[in-house]
T-cell receptor
Framework: DQQVKQNSPSLSVQEGRISILNCDYT??????FLWYKKYPAEGPTFLIS?????DKNEDGRFTVFLNKSAKHLSLHIVPSQPGDSAVYFC??????????FGAGTRLTVKP | DTGVSQNPRHKITKRGQNVTFRCDPI?????LYWYRQTLGQGPEFLTY????????KSRLLSDRFSAERPKGSFSTLEIQRTEQGDSAMYLC?????????????FGSGTQLSVL
């Protein structure tokens, strides 16, 4: 059962433009959401998180938006840079439960 | 380097052989997780430890899989009688649980290929 879904396997944007990565979840119990970035041959690294009591969290060029009613979150990267090219995973958890990951979206930022 | 360390980075084995992977977490972290990732998928939870206690195991973890964390430090994941379907990236992660919110720090993984 895939409780966290990233329906776009890939996304390509031009350098300097906005990248928007989307994630949907089905389990209404989830109350903590994270984005991880993964480069080839490396493990995922934490990027940004948001608690369900918020609808927005910002960290530099990265902003995560949470729409609880739609069970949807998105990651905005502005401006996008070639070094942002990586696979981005959305993850969710609740309470003491294990973290569930989406299948990932491969972002390519073209110079 | 104070990150999560996994060994070996790559393992090629023949079907039916046993393999063992090692994970050294960040030293002050008391939680250690094992995940498996196959091509085109995100990491799938296998099991986790709090200190030396194994608190949860996924149904993905068949009887051929066993994990240990003696003394609450490093952990090993053993797969007995490997099958081709076991071919995947095995990721270890650790965390220092604070309150009820935690982020995981991942190692670079062990890529297993079963021929």
């Amino acid at each position: 059962d895939q409780q966290v879904k990233q329906n776009s396997p890939s996304l390509s944007v031009q350098e300097g433009r906005i990248s928007i990565l989307n994630c949907d979840y089905t389990n209404s119990m989830f109350d903590y959401f994270l984005w991880y970035k993964k480069y080839p041959a490396e493990g995922p690294t934490f990027l940004i998180s948001i608690s369900s009591i918020k609808d927005k969290n910002e960290d530099g060029r990265f902003t995560v938006f949470l729409n609880k009613s739609a069970k949807h979150l998105s990651l905005h990267i502005v401006p996008s840079q070639p070094g942002d090219s990586a696979v981005y995973f959305c993850a969710a958890s609740y309470g003491d439960g294990d973290m569930r990951f989406g299948a990932g979206t491969r972002l390519t930022v073209k110079p | 380097d104070t990150g999560v360390s996994q060994n070996p980075r790559h393992k090629i084995t023949k079907r039916g052989q046993n393999v063992t992977f090692r994970c050294d977490p960040i030293s002050e972290h008391n939680r250690l997780y094992w995940y498996r990732q196959t091509l085109g998928q995100g990491p799938e939870f296998l099991t986790y430890f709090q200190n030396e206690a194994q608190l949860e195991k996924s149904r993905l973890l068949s009887d051929r899989f066993s994990a240990e964390r003696p003394k609450g430090s490093f952990s090993t994941l053993e797969i007995q009688r490997t099958e081709q379907g076991d071919s995947a990236m095995y990721l270890c992660a650790s965390s220092q649980r604070t309150g009820i919110r935690e982020k995981l720090f991942f190692g670079s993984g062990t890529q297993l290929s079963v021929l």
